[in-house]
């Protein structure tokens, strides 16, 4: 800030912020939009039920997940709010997807980017964030996160992106090539183009905001179920309504938090469904084996809810159409979910779960 004869003026760089979000305008341009994909119901349902199910496959982004979306609003937010500038270093609380792709967009930007990530961290998830540019920062207790973004984003003269906070206010829910507008772009012209659910898993809560307003926005019938994994705080807020819940971390990557998140929006939710985590690996592993190419755990989260709402439609004679995401691969998690040996340690048992999806691809009946 420099100031004479009364007037103030800040040493941004406007030029460098008009060059910066046409760079990230221009990586937007070069990529294709996800594909939606008819998930492959069993071929003798046809003759009995008026069902379909699709999903909307995030894991094909440059940088491998639905965090690449979020990713890209939150940097052409702050930088829009000129809180970027030319040598500023990002820095985010984030061991997951969310740091591989902002790491991602700093480096367009030729920014340093720093993740701020508990010591337990797995060797293989820090290798990707800096696999990308970025540099991992630990703390040794994961509630240290948040502040110590925060203090290392001060002592840097950084900016810390907070993606727990701004996830639901920097993407545009009106439009604007969002998640929720390319579904219902894409679906318009199946048998059901207006979905019966859609369902998704709550990390910052973004995605179900998102989600949530768009519906509304556009007067849809379309209802919005969240699915949540164990340990997580965001289902016994909902069904509490109580938003002070704080609880353990959740063993499923991408999803579930141990408080409630400022993002996450609970009056656009329309059902919750809590999903045990055997649940949501043996999920993972049954779609892997139907899609011939693996999924990661939060996938198997939000396709559990998903048969659950399909059995439900079934039962209720209605026909329609589920939509839900695959999140991102689970090539990422070969050490972990798709091991035998880490399941075991985990002390979980995936024989009901499993079982429960072959009696639902042979029946369409639910536990």
Partial sequence: MSARAGIAVRSVSRSWADNAIWLIEADARRSADTHLLRYPLPSAWSTHFDIALYLKDESTHITGSLKHRLARSLFLYALCNGWIGEGTTIVEASSGSAAISEAYFASLLGLQFVAVMPASTSSAKVALIESQGGRCHFVQNSSEVYAEAQRVAEE?????????????????????????????????????????????????????????????????????????????????????????????????????????????????????????????????????????????????????????????MVAAGRSGSVVTLIADSGDRYADTYFSDEWVADQGLDLTGPAQALVEFERYCSWI
Avoid: K
């Fill in 156 to 312: 840097t003269g950084g900016h810390y992106m907070d993606q727990f906070t701004n996830a639901e206010r920097a993407t545009d829910w009106r439009g604007n090539n969002n998640i929720a507008e390319s579904i219902f772009a894409q679906m318009r012209d199946e048998q059901h183009p207006i979905p019966e659910w859609i369902v998704v898993g709550a990390g910052t809560g973004g995605t179900s905001a998102t989600i949530g307003r768009y519906i509304r926005y556009r007067r849809h019938a379309t209802g919005l179920c969240v699915v949540d994994p164990e340990n997580s705080a965001f289902f016994p807020a909902y069904a509490g309504q109580r938003y002070d819940v704080v609880t353990a971390s959740s063993r499923i990557e991408g999803i579930g938090r141990p408080r409630v998140e400022p993002s996450f929006l609970p009056d656009v939710v329309d059902r919750m469904v809590a999903v045990p985590d055997a649940a949501s690996i043996a999920a993972a592993r049954h779609v892997s084996t139907v899609l011939g190419r693996r999924v990661g755990p939060s996938t198997g989260t939000n396709l559990w809810g998903a048969f659950g709402l399909l059995a439900e």
